[in-house]
């Protein structure tokens, strides 16, 4: 079994950044490639980053390039999204995962293990 615990989290204003953790229990994650989904009130679950079992590759979603940057600390057991230049659409209940599948998977449903989500809201 694996936990996932994301956190990082919170209220900011447009234009702000914030960096959420999600950090790992019950097994390793460094075989695994790890990503990041957010889901907005009435929205379907959607892709927006994932890391390869490294740290060597990254996947972003359109939505986030240039503004998100995903990485990972596989002795701590951890993965990490910063979000920089944050707009209000950002505002969304994070989730990380751990995909069970080859590189790059952005389906919801090649992901196996997810934490409880961290909320983040942006003001205008």
């Known amino acids: 079994q694996v936990q996932l615990v994301e956190s990082g989290g919170g209220l900011v204003q447009a234009g702000g950044s914030v960096r959420l953790s999600c950090a790992a229990s019950?097994?390793?994650?460094?075989?695994?490639?790890m990503g990041w989904f957010r889901q907005a009130p009435g929205k379907e679950r959607e892709f927006v980053a994932a890391?390869?079992?490294?740290?060597?590759?990254?996947y972003y979603a359109d939505s986030a390039k240039g503004r998100f940057t995903l990485s990972r600390d596989n002795a701590k057991n951890t993965v990490y999204l910063q979000m920089n230049s944050l707009k209000p659409e950002d505002t969304a209940l994070y989730y990380c995962?751990?995909?069970?599948?080859?590189?790059?998977?952005?389906?919801?449903?090649?992901?196996?293990?997810w934490g409880q989500g961290t909320q983040v809201t942006v003001s205008s």
């Open positions: 995962g751990r995909s069970q599948g080859s590189w790059v998977n952005i389906d919801v449903g090649e992901y196996d293990y």
């Open positions: 019950g097994r390793t994650l460094s075989s695994y490639t």
């Open positions: 890391i390869n079992w490294s740290g060597g590759s990254t």
